[in-house]
């Protein structure tokens, strides 16, 4: 007999007058209010006010928090990181050992714990910070950022964007006409960072010369082609697109200018041609961290022109790494005759080869921007800018959403790799973009490269210091420090040049990288030489190989440096010939421990 099974009793709901019971007239709970609902009335006291004219709390908390802000900024002179605790504070992996409190905790407490968390930051805004390509971020663009964050603007589609979306387009446009393209025609993208922008390249390129791919998954080793001075993101994204790292093919660079070697990129295009393997993106770097290189890429299009990929495929995709060099772009039609900005004779030829080798960028079919790198804006602002907006889009366009209605002409959910997207980097850069004008950004790159050559001409005097890209153009020094007595020039030709001076340049790695550590140990405990901070600075272990070791077969046949990156406008000639002092100064204390060890 079959078992009968009762009906569920209805749920019971508090009936409409005891929820309205609840609320007092200006909308707090009253006394009689069960826990939720006075949970509910402390919350809305601490949500941003929707009108205006009242009391707003979030208001009142960037009120304390420009202080508490402020607190955190070293004094004049003061170390380069946040805060009076540069230590770290925390272990792991016991530091995920935490559980939430069942009650709500008071929001000025909450508050002082992520200040606190930034206790012992590097500080990007010191002038003493210059270990890498990220500068702090220009007021304008702070600024609009935290915009989005308030409104929670998303750029999934134009509902929940709707004017704020000019912010993503007009970037795009006015990045267009900057680099020579049909600004109607082209479209852009603000994504996660400039791997976002490489792997926005490869799916580009493989959903074009893949054209099943999309459906039935990748079925032919298609390849991606960049050459050894590209990003290292080429792991990831060859990996993450499924296409697997054993398709990347690195094409060698000229020993010399680190760009794409085209003898040896025509023996792989006409070896690829012969097996009938199609290429799936090119990709030419346009200025790289630390050695600044651009790829030939009018050259690069003009080869794959001359060998297309066999029949049955789609045209490969020239993507263009600009993430950091797009800036040159600039300078591309800068009257070097008049200078209007007064640079010096020094830098002018070197401002205009690089503004040169931009212009070429109008080949590529896509290119990769970074505004969190030259752009001098906050992560993240990163922008995959094609040429052509209609095949991009209508080549990754799905179909329509149910969960979503069309009500403005722009609606990127159907054919971007996200679905929510922050409006945050696009209104960064868009706010950059109109706050520096093309002057601006010509004032604030002409003024890395003049503080770049000031630091050059500092390390020439010194007769154990070497600059080892002293034929670059980008906007690093990169350079070695010897040992007492040695002269560094003529040491570093041989160790660079000579197989015989290998030996040798293996233990000036070493003693470069004993250096670089030293100095962020010194800069992280706060030491000063002659009465003033260590400044944050790093170093490579390989930003090039020697010239016997073109082929890579030897790991340890590769040049250590350490680095500076003058990108703070607060930089000045005193700290630069600082930088110089504690660079030596690292070096006595490293050969002086290594002295009395062998003692």
Same mark, same amino acid.
């Given at each position: 007999?079959?078992?009968?099974?009762?009906?569920?009793?209805?749920?019971?709901?508090?009936?409409?007058?005891?929820?309205?019971?609840?609320?007092?007239?200006?909308?707090?709970?009253?006394?009689?209010?069960?826990?939720?609902?006075?949970?509910?009335?402390?919350?809305?006291?601490?949500?941003?006010?929707?009108?205006?004219?009242?009391?707003?709390?979030?208001?009142?908390?960037?009120?304390?928090?420009?202080?508490?802000?402020?607190?955190?900024?070293?004094?004049?002179?003061?170390?380069?990181?946040?805060?009076?605790?540069?230590?770290?504070?925390?272990?792991?992996?016991?530091?995920?050992?935490?559980?939430?409190?069942?009650?709500?905790?008071?929001?000025? *407490?909450?508050?002082?714990?992520?200040?606190?968390?930034?206790?012992?930051?590097?500080?990007?805004?010191?002038?003493?910070?210059?270990?890498?390509?990220?500068?702090?971020?220009?007021?304008?663009?702070?600024?609009?950022?935290?915009?989005?964050?308030?409104?929670?603007?998303?750029?999934?589609?134009?509902?929940?964007?709707?004017?704020?979306?000019?912010?993503?387009?007009?970037?795009?446009?006015?990045?267009?006409?900057?680099?020579?393209?049909?600004?109607?025609?082209?479209?852009?993208?603000?994504?996660?960072?400039?791997?976002?922008?490489?792997?926005?390249?490869?799916?580009?390129?493989?959903?074009?010369?893949?054209?099943?791919?999309?459906?039935?998954?990748?079925?032919?080793?298609?390849?991606?082609?960049?050459?050894?001075?590209?990003?290292?993101?080429?792991?990831?994204?060859?990996?993450?697109?499924?296409?697997?790292?054993?398709?990347?093919?690195?094409?060698?660079?000229?020993?010399?200018?680190?760009?794409?070697?085209?003898?040896?990129?025509?023996?792989?295009?006409?070896?690829?041609?012969?097996?009938?393997?199609?290429?799936?993106?090119?990709?030419?770097?346009?200025?790289?961290?630390?050695?600044?290189?651009? *790829?030939?890429?009018?050259?690069?299009?003009?080869?794959?022109?001359?060998?297309?990929?066999?029949?049955?495929?789609?045209?490969?995709?020239?993507?263009?790494?600009?993430?950091?060099?797009?800036?040159?772009?600039?300078?591309?039609?800068?009257?070097?005759?008049?200078?209007?900005?007064?640079?010096?004779?020094?830098?002018?030829?070197?401002?205009?080869?690089?503004?040169?080798?931009?212009?070429?960028?109008?080949?590529?079919?896509?290119?990769?921007?970074?505004?969190?790198?030259?752009?001098?804006?906050?992560?993240?602002?990163?922008?995959?800018?094609?040429?052509?907006?209609?095949?991009?889009?209508?080549?990754?366009?799905?179909?329509?959403?149910?969960?979503?209605?069309?009500?403005?002409?722009?609606?990127?959910?159907?054919?971007?790799?996200?679905?929510?997207?922050?409006?945050?980097?696009?209104?960064?850069?868009?706010?950059?973009?109109?706050?520096?004008?093309?002057?601006?950004?010509?004032?604030?790159?002409?003024?890395?490269?003049?503080?770049?050559?000031?630091?050059?001409?500092?390390?020439?005097?010194?007769?154990?210091?070497?600059?080892?890209?002293?034929?670059?153009?980008?906007?690093?020094?990169?350079?070695?420090?010897?040992?007492?007595?040695?002269?560094?020039?003529?040491?570093?030709?041989?160790?660079?040049?000579?197989?015989?001076?290998?030996?040798?340049?293996?233990?000036?790695?070493?003693?470069?990288?004993?250096?670089?550590?030293?100095?962020?140990?010194?800069?992280?405990?706060?030491?000063?030489?002659?009465?003033?901070?260590?400044?944050?600075?790093?170093?490579?272990?390989?930003?090039?190989?020697?010239?016997?070791?073109?082929?890579?077969?030897?790991?340890?046949?590769?040049?250590?440096?350490?680095?500076?990156?003058?990108?703070?406008?607060?930089?000045?000639?005193?700290?630069?010939?600082?930088?110089?002092?504690?660079?030596?100064?690292?070096?006595?204390?490293?050969?002086?421990?290594?002295?009395?060890?062998?003692?």
């Amino acid at each position: 007999m079959n078992k009968v099974t009762q009906p569920t009793a209805a749920i019971r709901h508090a009936s409409r007058l005891a929820h309205e019971g609840h609320w007092k007239a200006d909308g707090s709970a009253n006394s009689k209010a069960p826990k939720w609902a006075k949970y509910r009335a402390e919350m809305r006291s601490e949500f941003p006010l929707p009108y205006r004219g009242g009391k707003d709390p979030l208001a009142e908390q960037i009120g304390k928090f420009v202080g508490k802000l402020d607190m955190l900024r070293p004094e004049k002179g003061g170390p380069a990181y946040l805060g009076d605790n540069a230590e770290l504070t925390w272990t792991y992996p016991e530091v995920k050992d935490v559980k939430i409190a069942q009650e709500m905790g008071p929001i000025d *407490d909450v508050l002082n714990g992520v200040v606190d968390m930034f206790q012992g930051l590097g500080n990007w805004g010191s002038p003493l910070t210059m270990c890498n390509v990220l500068p702090q971020g220009n007021t304008a663009a702070i600024m609009a950022s935290m915009m989005a964050q308030v409104f929670a603007a998303s750029l999934i589609e134009g509902e929940y964007s709707w004017n704020v979306q000019r912010a993503e387009l007009e970037s795009a446009g006015m990045l267009s006409n900057l680099v020579g393209w049909d600004a109607q025609k082209a479209g852009g993208l603000f994504t996660f960072g400039g791997t976002g922008c490489w792997l926005y390249g490869v799916k580009y390129g493989l959903t074009r010369v893949l054209p099943d791919s999309r459906k039935k998954g990748i079925r032919t080793d298609a390849k991606i082609i960049c050459s050894e001075q590209a990003h290292y993101c080429q792991a990831n994204c060859s990996d993450w697109s499924g296409l697997g790292e054993d398709n990347v093919i690195r094409v060698k660079t000229d020993i010399a200018t680190n760009q794409m070697d085209l003898i040896d990129l025509e023996r792989i295009l006409k070896e690829l041609t012969a097996s009938k393997t199609p290429i799936a993106v090119v990709v030419c770097t346009m200025g790289t961290t630390d050695s600044s290189c651009f *790829d030939p890429i009018g050259k690069v299009r003009t080869l794959l022109d001359r060998y297309p990929n066999p029949k049955g495929f789609g045209k490969t995709v020239i993507y263009a790494d600009a993430v950091v060099g797009w800036s040159w772009i600039y300078f591309k039609d800068y009257d070097f005759i008049g200078n209007p900005l007064g640079f010096s004779d020094r830098i002018l030829p070197i401002l205009k080869q690089n503004g040169e080798m931009m212009k070429e960028i109008e080949h590529a079919d896509c290119i990769g921007i970074d505004f969190h790198k030259v752009g001098y804006a906050p992560y993240i602002s990163s922008l995959f800018l094609y040429k052509d907006a209609d095949e991009f889009e209508s080549l990754h366009r799905r179909g329509q959403d149910a969960y979503l209605q069309v009500r403005t002409p722009f609606n990127p959910m159907y054919y971007t790799l996200e679905t929510s997207r922050t409006a945050q980097g696009a209104l960064a850069a868009w706010a950059t973009l109109k706050y520096f004008g093309i002057e601006g950004f010509q004032a604030l790159l002409g003024g890395i490269l003049e503080t770049k050559y000031y630091l050059y001409d500092l390390l020439e005097k010194e007769p154990d210091m070497v600059c080892v890209n002293a034929e670059d153009t980008g906007l690093i020094n990169l350079y070695r420090v010897y040992p007492k007595g040695v002269d560094a020039k003529a040491q570093y030709n041989k160790e660079l040049t000579n197989p015989g001076g290998r030996p040798d340049l293996i233990k000036h790695n070493h003693l470069t990288e004993a250096v670089g550590n030293l100095l962020f140990e010194w800069y992280r405990t706060g030491k000063k030489i002659d009465g003033q901070f260590t400044p944050w600075m790093s170093f490579t272990t390989g930003f090039r190989t020697t010239e016997y070791n073109r082929d890579e077969h030897d790991s340890d046949e590769v040049v250590f440096a350490l680095k500076s990156f003058p990108m703070n406008p607060y930089v000045t000639p005193e700290i630069m010939k600082h930088v110089v002092r504690c660079v030596q100064a690292a070096r006595d204390d490293v050969m002086k421990s290594r002295v009395l060890a062998a003692a």
